[in-house]
């Protein structure tokens, strides 16, 4: 029996489109939130957030935390649509020991991996599907440390990945490379690119990846975790150098004021769906 009370304020997932990727907003046809801890019917949900999508197998994939409301842990839950806008809860599909939340999930050589936080192993776990979606198989620890929020991408003939190495300040973040997906991994010699200030520091999802260049987002940190998102284009990355500048374009993601995004949003993907047409899995807290 659990007699801990729900928060009153629960963060929720939404579906954001647009024309593009700079674009985005609630598209019509789609009744937001479309995930929220009600709609999970295998554990006792506190909340769901953190949201990745990926489309295989002609179906959008969405993976997400769902805090165990009782266990007091994130576990790693999925949602398919056919369409983006139309959403079927699957189940939860990772769990264990540890807490566990922003399930980064990608395609890299013909298999679908995740990198989700798990700060509870002291180590940045990496993890494949065995069959995808519902079975993951831990295969490999590509970094030691608490790094929250570790966020991986392709650029250029090597890996790279963001990390927030203060996960309960939200004000730094740290920059690893690889030749390797499975490593071994360095930290860059830039690293870290962000010092003291949790209005930019730590990741809010998936690096953008379009026309040659490169956004990163961030949690803006600044008044409340998880107030809102910010946009960074990434100038300069190579093996020895960084730099980035703030995107005016957007997507500037934040509290709306009312509803089950009334106090913020904290995180943000994008994916291309279509002709001229943007998709993106975004997550909110109620007031």
């Known amino acids: 029996m659990i007699d801990a009370p729900l928060p009153r304020d629960p963060w929720s997932i939404g579906i954001y489109a647009g024309a593009s990727a700079f674009a985005l907003a609630p598209p019509p046809g789609v009744e937001n939130p479309i995930m929220t801890r009600e709609k999970v019917t295998d554990v006792p949900a506190a909340f769901v957030a953190d949201p ?58 013909g298999a679908i991996f995740m990198i989700p936080e798990t700060l509870g192993a002291g180590a940045v776990r990496l993890y494949r599907a ?20 570790p966020t991986p991408f392709w650029f250029g003939d090597h890996w790279w990945m963001f990390a927030c190495a203060t996960p309960t300040r939200h004000d730094s ?5 690889a030749e390797n997906l499975v490593g071994p ?80 949003m904290h995180h943000v993907d994008i994916h291309p769906c279509g002709a001229e047409r943007w998709v993106a899995a975004v997550d909110g807290i109620a007031l």
């Not at 990745?52 to 805090?67: K, N």
């Not at 065995?130 to 929020?149: K, M, N, Q, S, T």
């Open 173 to 177: 973040l740290s920059l690893f490379v």
């Open 52 to 109: 990745f999508l990926i489309h295989h197998g002609s179906r959008w994939h969405v993976f997400f935390e769902v805090m165990h409301h009782g266990r007091e842990k994130g576990e790693i839950g999925w949602a398919h649509s056919a369409d983006a806008i139309d959403w079927r809860y699957g189940g939860i599909v990772l769990r264990e020991p540890i807490h566990l939340s922003y399930p980064h999930v990608f395609e890299h050589g």
């Open 185 to 264: 991994w360095r930290e860059h010699r830039a690293s870290p690119i962000v010092v003291d200030d949790k209005t930019r520091a730590r990741p809010a999802g998936r690096v953008l990846v379009t026309d040659g260049c490169l956004y990163r987002f961030a949690q803006d940190c600044g008044r409340r975790y998880g107030g809102a998102v910010r946009t960074f284009a990434i100038d300069c990355l190579t093996e020895h150098r960084y730099s980035e500048r703030e995107e005016q374009r957007g997507p500037m993601l934040g509290a709306s004021g009312a509803g089950w995004n009334g106090k913020g």
């Open 130 to 149: 065995e069959p995808f979606p519902r079975r993951w198989v831990h295969i490999a620890d590509l970094l030691p440390g608490r790094l929250a929020d």
